[in-house]
């Protein structure tokens, strides 16, 4: 419930009068100062992507590599309790959750004090504290055209009157910052209140979104301007030392970081947990002195530099070696004898391959198009693709919606994805998709050539995954052909609706089914919709989704909006993986988090067992 009227005019007035004593800014930047952190520089973390990053700034980046790396350097209001499941929103850079009003339309958020930007160029190479106003500025940003963010839908149509500065710029040519904007009140120096144009009650995770909410200066931006993908500066435990694009990326403790200690709340029956708990309680964050991040984007040479003790860190043992390194899903003996550990979980993710809805030949909405999707869809083998391209090493996705997140049903059960060649090739034959010249495979109903072009990365996994999509096309008389290109630019050639086929998944940054079926909104075109599905009947129930508290009525307009995605089918779903992340013994407290971008904030090293286990 919202405090009294008495208690909210109280703390209005003090804290008017704080805002208004510049004194108090500059001593809490005296006192900052003096802040020492306590990251021990001989303590580093080294491991590798598999997938090159794109760049630091959030409100531009949505891939998970570039967010892995700024959500350490730019933090947002809420974060995530590490080691509580379910999983739990708690304050980060604010004092208290927010006050959220009863009808879900009014967000008040109360900003710390004493929380500064690390230093920098932009300020002096000064620290400089965050004040409210540099969130409604961050929030601006990605409303911005100039900033072309890729998050956009997220929040879209969302804050009352980001439209008329939208207007602004479409009039003007550019955005008005100081404009003043009804959907974001500055009430004092550290509280902003955000008025939403309708009840919203997902909007709160937006809080805790790295690639929304990340807060950044405006002094930042200005200085760096198109070069602010390589110069993040924020709030949080770690700095970017290094960056060589597409190959290594190096981060140092913030000097500049407020005292945080390690505080986690683990289920009582996890043992694990517990345990780590028992180690890190109270210690002073961040305790990792560095972390070194390499591209490495072959497994083979990405599995040995762990083996070799390089890194100290793996995400994902390769699937490939999964049968020798996970006999029934456990460690084999000699990694368990050198202390390996394994941390294994159905990620909060869903694996799919979409068509390009606005595609002549794989898109549109008539019943032959649907025929050939859903065609290709029954006669692609999921069953191969889980037991030998992915070793088992995932289970088959039913809906978009991954494990762990509100809206998810493992009991849902369809046989429309269902691996069925005998039902595609007669599916084909009844829409005209025949065999003319007798070569084996299948010609459009015009008797033009039908060739399904599917995009893929030039990797070994990606290599396995071409096998067995090619062998089932083959078996259903369909020619497929495979463009091979860099991650990052098939991305932006997705975005830019340049491919016909392409497999992608997708890990949320929070657990509700709304942010999955975000994928499928209409109006997200070009951004997270890779497919550019278009039905009106989905984009209202997604409308209606988030204005409704959870329940029943929510639950059941999400198995609406998936049964509609089945129907017409944008999408072959693929799989939902299990994540085997293996750590060396001599780091503490390594856990994969559902929503949270990175973790190494909340680990440590025993410096003395990697020095003992060296020799």
């Known amino acids: 419930m919202s405090p009294s009227r008495k208690c909210i005019w109280f703390w209005l007035v003090a804290l008017l009068v704080i805002g208004s004593n510049p004194s108090i800014g500059e001593a809490l930047q005296a006192s900052v100062s003096n802040n020492q952190s306590s990251a021990d520089p001989d303590k580093v973390l080294r491991y590798a992507f598999q997938i090159a990053e794109t760049g630091f700034d959030p409100a531009r980046t949505s891939d998970v590599y570039s967010s892995n790396v700024s959500s350490l350097i ?10 509580a499941r379910p999983l739990k929103l708690k304050p980060n850079l604010l004092e208290t959750m927010p006050d959220i009003s009863e009808d879900g339309t009014t967000y008040t958020l109360k900003f710390r004090k004493g929380i500064f930007f690390a230093s920098d160029a932009a300020f002096n190479g000064k620290p400089r504290e965050l004040i ?8 601006k940003r990605v409303y911005d055209n100039q900033t072309k963010s890729p998050n956009l839908y997220l929040v879209d149509r969302k804050i009352a009157g980001m439209e008329a500065l939208k207007q602004r710029q479409r009039d003007t040519g550019k955005f008005d910052y100081d404009m003043p904007c009804e959907g974001l009140q500055v009430l004092d120096r550290y509280t902003l209140r955000i008025k939403l144009n309708q009840p919203d009650f997902i909007f709160i995770y ?3 979104s790295n690639n929304v909410s990340s807060v950044v200066a405006r002094e930042v931006v200005e200085k760096y301007g198109d070069d602010i993908m390589a110069h993040p500066v924020g709030t949080g435990p770690y700095k970017l030392e290094l960056w060589k694009r597409s190959s290594r990326i190096h981060l140092v403790a913030n000097p500049d970081f407020r005292e945080m200690h390690w505080d986690a709340e683990p289920a009582a029956d996890d043992k694990f947990g517990q345990e780590t708990k028992l180690r890190l309680q109270g210690k002073r964050m961040p305790m990792i002195g560095r972390i070194e991040i390499f ?30 390194v996970l006999p029934n899903n456990k460690l ?3 990694y368990a004898k050198r202390g390996i550990q394994l941390s294994r979980v159905a990620n909060m993710e869903v694996g799919y391959a979409y068509f390009a809805m606005e595609h002549p030949l794989v898109g549109g909405y008539t019943p032959e198009k649907i025929a050939l999707r859903r065609a290709i869809n029954n006669g692609f083998n999921i069953h191969e693709h889980v037991g030998i391209a992915l070793r088992n090493q995932a289970i088959r996705a039913e809906s978009p919606v991954g494990p762990g997140a509100y809206g998810y049903d493992a009991a849902f059960n369809t046989d429309v994805n269902e691996y069925d060649p005998a039902r595609s090739r007669a599916l084909l034959d009844l829409y005209g998709y025949t065999d003319r010249d007798g070569d084996g495979y299948r010609e459009n109903p015009d008797g033009s050539a039908l060739l399904i072009e599917q995009s893929s990365a030039p990797t070994q996994q990606d290599r396995q995954y071409d096998e067995v999509w090619k062998k089932s096309m083959d078996a259903i008389g369909i020619r497929m052909k495979f463009n091979k290109a860099q991650w990052p630019d098939l991305l932006k050639e997705s ?16 657990p509700d089914a709304e942010a999955f079926f975000v994928m499928l909104y209409g109006p997200n075109g070009g951004q997270a919709n890779h497919s550019r599905f ?3 009947a989905f ?9 409704l508290p959870p329940g029943p009525e929510r639950l059941a307009t999400y198995r609406e909006m998936n049964r509609i995605m089945l129907v017409n089918a944008p999408w072959r779903l693929l799989v939902h993986r299990f994540y085997n992340d293996v750590t060396h013994p001599w780091v503490i407290g390594y856990q994969r988090h559902p929503s949270l971008r990175s973790v190494w904030a909340y680990l440590d090293i025993d410096l003395e067992k990697q020095k003992a286990m060296a020799k």
């Open 295 to 324: 591209i490495i984007e072959e497994t083979q040479p990405r599995w040995l530099a762990f083996l070799n003790e390089e890194h100290d860190f793996m995400e994902r043992v390769p699937e490939e070696f999964a049968s020798s």
């Open 539 to 547: 984009d209202k129930l997604y409308e209606k989704s988030s204005t």
């Open 495 to 510: 975005r830019a609706g340049k491919l016909m086929m392409w497999r992608l998944s997708w890990s949320p940054t929070y």
């Open 74 to 83: 730019i933090e947002t209001p809420l974060t995530y309790d590490f080691l």
């Open 534 to 536: 278009k039905n009106a």
């Open 132 to 139: 409210a106003a540099d969130y409604a500025y961050s929030l």
């Open 206 to 208: 937006m809080l805790a």
């Open 332 to 334: 084999a003996l000699p």
